[in-house]
């Protein structure tokens, strides 16, 4: 064990006793501000932790993690403290440690014990008792996801690898925040980056850097944003485009005209369903005939907690036969015997999940759902005739995740919104 991890060691607790109202986990407020933004940057790297917030209370600075998407307190520290541990991390970061008026966003790379880098964006707002600071982690090494290991169900990866084999066209990727978008949008382009094609991407901002595909971000404070940079970006020959955010109407309209002519272009998109997309690219004027024209197909997503494989519990459903009697066809013939719960177990730190994976349904555009478009038919027509065409809805591939034991059906009705649950037809 290192000095520092040995250092680490005794300022700490294990993860299971974290709890929202009693910071316990970490000491840090005898700690030099090196010292303390060093063993807060371990601690979250080790669970891992997507991100680190600071946050000014009215008598302390509360220090929490988000850890399996879920923030956690786990220290506490007196508000002079916390306010030198914000100003030695802004000061890294290349920000104004002056007490500000306005937000401020930073940048600052830190090597872990383990030799591990780590990106961290950091973001400074005003608030009511001082200043609250959010810290994304980015661990430079952290392999990305291959589109098998995303979560989508056998027939869905095959509708997923069939449209990004085709030449032009749109591909989006809708959810709300947080539902890891982004990580499918990477493992597109990771999928397509062999060589053949050239890609670009315009990111806001640029979170992993991918050998071979020409990145560029967003930059407010110059004019440079996602409209300007997808003009630009089209007369630099692309074959394949992928845009972080479609968030106006220029950007929705321009990723659009470059579907048409010729260009494979995925993008995510704000829309809680699949169908719901369409609705969404109409409310930014996209005209519906193009539109329908572009579309190739339409991914809806959310993350679920994985289950820890070493401490569910199976609960027996013998008595119930039917309940995964929607997704029988999918699953396997040992599957769908019980449904399991978490626990809590030392490999788990007692949390009794262990990871996250993604729930989809997907819509591959076919010749009657792009006249639905078309004709700007409701979403509801064009969810009905996705379903008949074989769309796995996220209802169904929820329970599918429970059935196969990945999930619990605790988390599924957690994630999942209540009107998605209801099977169609019945809403």
Known sequence: MSEEEKAGAEHSVPAETIDWQEAVALKLSD????????????????????????????????VAVRYLGFPKVVASLPRDDGRRLMNHIKALAGMDISPRLRPEDGRWVHELASGHIVDLRIN????????????????RELRLLRLDLLGLARQDLSKLRSMLASPGGLILVTGPTGSGKTTTLYACVQYLNDGTRKINTIEDPVEYALEGVRQSQVNPRMDLDFPELLRSVLRQAPDVIMVGEIRDPITAETAVRAANSGHLVFATLHA??????????????VHPHFLAASLLGILAQRLVRTLCPKCRLAVDISESPLTFEEVRKWIEPAQGQAIY???????????????????FEVIRVSK????????????????????????????????????????????????????????????
């Open 31 to 62: 700690l030099e501000p090196e010292r303390a933004a060093s063993l807060l940057l371990e601690y979250a790297a080790t669970l891992p932790a997507s991100d680190v917030f600071l946050n000014s209370d009215e008598k302390a600075v509360r």
């Open 124 to 139: 400074a707002i005003p608030t009511l008792y001082g200043e609250d600071m959010a810290i994304r982690l980015l661990d």
């Open 272 to 285: 809680p369903t699949a169908p719901g997309a369409v609705d969404s690219m109409l409310a930014m004027g």
């Open 341 to 359: 719960a978490a626990h809590g177990c030392p490999e788990c730190r007692q949390a009794g999940f262990t990871g996250r994976t993604g729930i």
């Open 368 to 427: 009657e759902v792009r006249r639905l478009v078309a004709e700007r038919r409701t979403v509801r027509e064009i969810r009905e005739q996705a379903v008949k065409e074989g769309m796995l809805d996220v209802r169904r591939a929820a329970l599918l995740k429970v059935a196969e034991g990945v999930t619990s059906a605790e988390e599924m009705m957690r994630v999942i919104p209540a009107e998605q649950l209801m099977p169609a037809g019945e809403e």
